[in-house]
């Protein structure tokens, strides 16, 4: 064989080579998973809400699909992310607790070694991996983005409202919030470069980290998590959006969310990798009722954020994928528990088998070729179930107000609603459907005969 045929030969293996890495790349679709905090099933132009204007969220409904029973894991921040991440209930891995609903800047826990993260099982396929935004899944060094499959993180580690300077009354603070008044830090990898984090500016510098960094790993795939630190009490908005929105300063903030989601969709499109992207855009947990015009709106929706109504844990939801999902509204169940299984199916990535997993495929919804596989919600509070969904039927086996100091109501026999007919839960109609509640009494106690609790990872305070 010639040297030329050798060459020749050579060159074509390569070429081959190269063409099955691009096949392959291709195949993998890159995914956006946009997570906002405290943002209510009333708030978007798309879920209803009268005055607050958003064109972009909006235009992203009609393009792709409005999920209208789709539930966040928990009803606080910290037990929801972690589910988002893990796939799992946060009852199994410890990132929730009795004792203290959400980690503190004073605690010593946060998500365990063990546990798989999404952007771990999709680093492993080859994505290249980027958090920006609020974490709260611990802020501890071994606990951060970039020590949990994260190649790059940019954010806050913990709510917005923490880290509150000496001296300041909370009234205050939250009615006409100034960035002096919280000292939390903006990280960039491990590394705080500002204290206190400019909360005015951080929904417009979320969103330009964001844009490059889609830029930047244009030729995919990549994992995107951009989780807003708002609408989160206190309040912070941009100049550009002051006193923009006829909902006022609440108005403002989700206004400039949207803004910033339809810089993240445009850029997508400018590059050419619509077709290729998932986006999912959701919220953490629903509004923050106590804070009244400076929280959102649960629509007709029951209850709020920290309680297990439908109002504290089912989100406005959006799937967004140009070309490979069926346009429309879907009135099936899902979760963000379901961004897992539903990321590893996409991508190609195994979803594993030594550990009980939460989470369900979505993408036969997505692509039009089967149902909802989810058929079961469970309604946590802390780490005891306080509710259950099974198909339209939902029993409050206990009840309890959102926050101050309220009552614990236990009720024999639970409360129920059919969802489908009742989404406020306003009519009780227990007692002409027993056989509903024996349903749900097997689906809870299957539940607990496989539940192994996770060591709690909320309790635990840093010793001054």
Partial sequence: MTDQRIFTLLACALVALTTCMVAQAADKPNIVVIFCDDLGYGDLGAFGHPTIQTPNLDRMAAEGQKWTSFYAAASVCTPSRAGLLTGRLPIRNGMCSDKRRVLFPDSTGGIPENELLISEALKAQGYATAAIGKWHLGHLPQYLPTNNGFDYY?????SNDMDRAPN???????????????????????????RPADQTTITRRYTEEAVQFIKSKKDGPFFLYLAHSMPHIPLFRSPPFENTSRRGLYGDVIEEIDWSVGQVLDTLRDEGLADNTLVVFTSDNGPWLIFKEQGGSAGLLRGGKGGTFEGG????????????????VVAEMGSTLDIFATACALSGATMPTDRIMDSHDLSPVLRGTGPSPREDMFYYRGAQVFAVRRGPFKAHFQTKGEYGS??????????LY????DPSEKYNIAEANPEAIEAIRKTLAAHNDTLVRGKDQLAGRIAK
Avoid: C, S
């Fill in 313 to 328: 844990m089912r989100e406005p939801t959006i799937f967004w994928w140009p070309g490979a999902i069926a346009p429309g």
């Fill in 406 to 415: 309220p009552k614990l109501a236990v009720h024999e026999p639970p409360l």
């Fill in 168 to 194: 300041t009354k909370q009234i205050k603070v939250f009615v006409d919030p100034k960035i002096e008044y919280f000292e939390v830090p903006l990280l960039r990898n491990e590394e705080i470069i500002e």
């Fill in 154 to 158: 940019y954010g806050i580690p913990y």
């Fill in 418 to 421: 059919n969802l489908e007919h």
